[in-house]
């Protein structure tokens, strides 16, 4: 039963380009949701959290958006670099510094 | 040093073996967490120490024993393992378990493979 879904393994985009990465989830008592990115032989790192009082949060090239009647968030990369390839991981927490993580999303940003 | 460090990186073990593995953080957190990364499983969370005390055992099948000396310092006896076992084991650490919004600090993670 996986409370955190992202459907999409993969995902390429042109450089320049925006990158959606999407995630939703089950359970409505999460409240604060996060984005890792995690490159290969590292461990995940922090990009971007959103809590479940706001519908937007944005940080330089990115910005997450929280629908809580879809159950649905989306990470937006704007424009897309090839730095930004790398595996990206949807968080959510209900409690405190528990986290459910989502599979994961492997985005590849071409040339 | 860097904030989160996993040693050893790499590990093959027999199932019969008798291993740990180690994890230092130089954040001054007080909480430590054991994941494990499956592939094409989502993170799993294992184990939660905070203040050097156990908080949360997820179900993980006794062949796997934390122990938590100190707030800087985890471990992870592994103990006649299953090949199923074979992942990527993440530590991780935060301020405080107890609360929070979840922002971890993970390390690079030990690649455990048993045969």
């Known amino acids: 039963d996986q409370q955190v879904k992202q459907n999409s393994p993969s995902l390429s985009v042109q450089e320049g380009r925006i990158s959606i990465l999407n995630c939703d989830y089950t359970n409505s008592m999460f409240d604060y949701f996060l984005w890792y990115k995690k490159y290969p032989a590292e461990g995940p790192t922090f990009l971007i959290s959103i809590s479940s009082i706001k519908d937007k949060n944005e940080d330089g090239r990115f910005t997450v958006f929280l629908n809580k009647s879809a159950k649905h968030l989306s990470l937006h990369i704007v424009p897309s670099q090839p730095g930004d390839s790398a595996v990206y991981f949807c968080a959510a927490s209900g409690t405190a510094s528990k986290l459910t993580f989502g599979t994961g999303t492997r985005l590849q940003v071409t040339l | 040093e860097t904030g989160v460090t996993q040693t050893p990186r790499h590990l093959v073990m027999g199932m019969t073996n008798k291993k740990s593995l180690k994890c230092e953080q130089h954040?001054?957190?007080?909480?430590m967490y054991w994941y494990k990364q499956s592939a094409k499983k989502p993170l799993e969370l294992m184990f939660v120490y905070n203040f050097k005390e156990q908080t949360e055992n997820n179900s993980v099948p006794s062949r796997f024993s934390p122990e938590c000396p100190n707030s800087s310092h985890l471990f992870l006896h592994l103990h006649t393992l299953q090949p199923e076992d074979s992942a990527l084991y993440l530590c991780?650490?935060?301020?405080?378990?107890?609360?929070?919004?979840?922002?971890?600090?993970f390390g690079e993670g030990s690649r455990l493979t048993v045969l």
């Open positions: 954040l001054g957190h007080n909480a």
């Open positions: 991780a650490s935060s301020h405080d378990a107890s609360y929070g919004t979840g922002e971890l600090f």
